[in-house]
């Protein structure tokens, strides 16, 4: 329960906001490119629309990734490069199911985010990639070049 009108008001107009009905297709719809397949979650967090929109997206939650990934297999299914840099992502298993939805993807952007285990890489088995980005993850401090932990 919320004491003061203004901070209940706002509250209800977020909710509003959160639960517009396809408005994460339509965002999702906004930075896909058909032509190359490409669909763009870079910073999700901090992106302009939904900042505009006061919409926070917080892209390193599973629940939340588990729904891109549901709009993706139902919407997407030619995705062919997905990036996902500077998002905060710790978490890569919540990405496994795209193996089944999306054979034709072979590139995935993961750079700068919060992934602190190689292993976590192991989620990504399944994929058909020829090209990942992984720079600026914790874990990469870990070795003296990328072909330590790219196989």
């Keep these: 329960m919320v004491q003061e009108k203004e901070v209940a008001d706002e509250l209800r107009e977020c909710s509003r906001k959160l639960s517009a009905p396809d408005g994460d297709k339509i965002f999702m719809g906004k930075n896909y490119d058909p032509t190359t397949?490409?669909?763009?979650?870079?910073?999700?967090?901090?992106?302009?629309?939904?900042?505009?929109?006061?919409?926070?997206?917080?892209?390193?939650?599973?629940?939340?990734?588990?729904?891109?990934?549901?709009?993706?297999?139902?919407?997407?299914?030619?995705?062919?490069?997905l990036i996902l840099s500077d998002n905060r992502l710790s978490q890569l298993e919540p990405f496994a199911p795209l193996a089944k939805c999306c054979p034709n993807l072979t590139y995935i952007d993961l750079g700068k985010n919060k992934i602190h285990s190689v292993t976590e890489l192991n989620y990504l088995k399944g994929l058909n990639l020829t090209e990942i980005n992984l720079d600026e993850n914790p874990f990469c401090d870990d070795y003296r070049d990328h072909n330590s932990y790219i196989r």
């Design 37 to 81: 397949g490409t669909l763009n979650l870079n910073k999700v967090y901090y992106h302009p629309d939904l900042k505009e929109a006061g919409v926070v997206i917080p892209l390193n939650r599973a629940l939340v990734i588990q729904h891109v990934v549901q709009v993706i297999k139902e919407n997407i299914p030619g995705l062919s490069r």
